[in-house]
């Protein structure tokens, strides 16, 4: 069985642009949560999408935004990017809301020059 | 405050040896979820353990397992038998009641080098 899967794995985008970030989960999982990770810290919690609705968000400002297909898989939007939104994007998910195993993608790297 | 503290940015261990990766967290909410996570290079994080607040034993998962101690807010994570695979990136994170859904708090991470 597939894990969860993220595109694109690497990409290099200029400040101001914007950028998708595109996230699979696990076949039948409902849950999709979204981190950000900057080198040399641990991740920080963006966005969980539960059925289609956001149910949680992180402080991170409005220029970040996400969603959640009907088929569940997920995208996470960033606008106007800033060098510091340079990082690894993880892409978490689980069978229910609140899941004890969750399982993580292996991220897309993102760099903003 | 930090809700999850790692205090161990690097660590060394030979093979074959334990070692004990240190966590410690703040939180006032009395239902909580303690968690462990590998990061090796590729960027995937890999479930570990999980503990329970009101679980009453330590978990265990194989060569893992956490030494929980609630009064000392501190959820220790012991490998045995290291393993040259073992060299990863070691996150600690907690999520506090079950209304948070999967919304976690991740320490800076653990660098772990197992010596041959």
């Known amino acids: 069985d597939a894990g969860v899967t993220q595109s694109p794995t690497h990409l290099i985008k200029t400040r101001g642009q914007h950028v998708t970030l595109r996230c699979s989960p696990i076949?039948?999982?409902?849950?999709v949560s979204w981190y950000q990770q900057v080198l040399g810290q641990g991740p920080q919690f963006i966005f969980q999408y539960y059925e289609k609705e956001e149910r949680g968000r992180g402080n991170f400002p409005d220029r970040f935004s996400a969603r959640q297909f009907p088929n569940y898989s997920s995208e996470l939007n960033v606008n106007a990017l800033l060098l510091g939104d340079s990082a690894l994007y993880l892409c978490a998910s689980s069978l229910e809301y609140t899941g004890n195993t969750i399982y993580f993608g292996e991220g897309s790297w993102l760099t903003v020059v | 405050a930090q809700k999850i503290t790692q205090t161990q940015p690097g660590m060394f261990v030979q093979e074959k040896e334990a070692v004990t990766l240190d966590c410690t967290y703040d939180?006032?909410?009395?239902?909580?979820?303690l968690f462990w996570y590998k990061q090796p290079s590729s960027g995937e994080m890999i479930f570990l353990i999980y503990?329970?607040?009101?679980?009453?034993q330590n978990a265990t998962e194989g060569r893992y397992s956490l030494n929980f101690q609630k009064a000392r807010k501190s959820a220790n994570l012991v490998i045995s038998a290291s393993q040259l695979g073992d060299s990863a990136m070691y996150f600690c994170a907690m999520r506090e009641s079950l209304n948070t859904g999967n919304q976690f708090y991740f320490g800076t991470g653990t660098s772990l080098t197992v010596i041959p």
């Open positions: 076949s039948g999982h409902k849950s």
């Open positions: 503990q329970g607040s009101y679980d009453q």
């Open positions: 939180t006032s909410d009395p239902s909580y979820g």
